[in-house]
C-alpha cells in the first residue's frame, strides 16, 4: 500500500456505494484515513468494514448532506477526532424519477428536492468543514460535478450526451460549478484547492447501471484533485482527461 498520504485525514460524502465507495478506497489504499460519510450509519459501516478488509483505516461517520443537525455533528466529531481534515470530497447526490420528462413539465417540487442535496447539501456540508480544512497545510475540496452540468455541452446539439436534458440535474450540477468557482477565489490566497469533477458516464444506481464507465475510472479525477501538488489548479472543472468547458 502506498503511504504518500499517511497522516491526511478525508471526509467523502455518500461514501458507502458507487464512486464515493470508490473513491474512498483509492483515496485509503495510499495511506489516508477515510470517513465514510454515509445518511445510514449501517451501510456506512458495511463499506468502511469492508475497506478495513484492504488494511485501510476507514471509519464510519453519518451525514445526511440535506440534514444541518447531521452536518454540525460530523464536523464537530472530525474535529474532536482529528483536530482538521485535509480532503473533502462532496460525492453525495441524486437524480429524481420526476427529472425525466421534458424541462418545462418537471414538477417544482423535483427542483427543490435536487436542489437540497446536490447544491445546498454541497454549500452546507462545506460551510461547515472550511474551519477544519483551514487547519491542513493542505486542503483539498472536489465537488462532483457532470458533464451535463456544462452549458457550453448542453448548447450544443452534437454533444454525446445532448438528449440527456433534465432540468433539475443538470442545472443542479451548473449550480455546482459556480459555487465552485466563486469559493476558490474566496480561497485563493489560502493553500485551499477547490475544483470541480466530472466522473463520466459511470455505472452506478444513479443511472440504474447504464453507464460504460467502471467506479474506478469514474473515481479517477476525483482522486486526481483531492491529491493536487501546491502548484496545482483551483476553480476550475475536470475529467481524467483535463478541462471540461464551462
Known sequence: MSEDLKGKVALITGANKGIGYEIARQLGSRGATVLVGSRDIGRGEEAANKLRLSQIDARTIQLDVSDQITI???????????????????????????????????????????????????????K????????????????????????????????????????????????????????AAELKDTPIKINAADPGFTATDINQYQGY???????????????????GSSGGFFDENGVVPW
Open 213 to 231: 464507465r467502471t467506479v474506478e475510472q469514474g473515481a479517477i479525477a476525483a482522486v486526481r484533485l483531492a491529491t493536487l501538488p501546491d502548484d
Open 72 to 126: 454540525d455533528s460530523a464536523a464537530k466529531q472530525i474535529e474532536s477526532e482529528f483536530e482538521k481534515l485535509d480532503i473533502l470530497v462532496n460525492n453525495a447526490g441524486i437524480i429524481s424519477d420526476g427529472d425525466r420528462l421534458p424541462p418545462s413539465q418537471v414538477d417544482i417540487e423535483t427542483l427543490r428536492h435536487t436542489y437540497e442535496t446536490n447544491v445546498f447539501g454541497v454549500f452546507a456540508v462545506t
Open 128 to 183: 461547515a468543514l472550511l474551519p477544519l480544512l483551514k487547519k491542513s497545510e493542505a486542503g483539498r475540496i472536489v465537488n462532483l460535478s457532470s458533464g451535463l452540468g456544462s452549458l457550453t455541452q448542453n448548447s450544443d446539439p452534437n454533444y454525446e450526451f445532448a438528449n440527456f436534458k433534465f432540468l433539475a440535474y443538470n442545472s443542479s450540477k451548473t449550480a455546482v460549478n459556480a459555487i465552485t468557482v466563486l469559493l
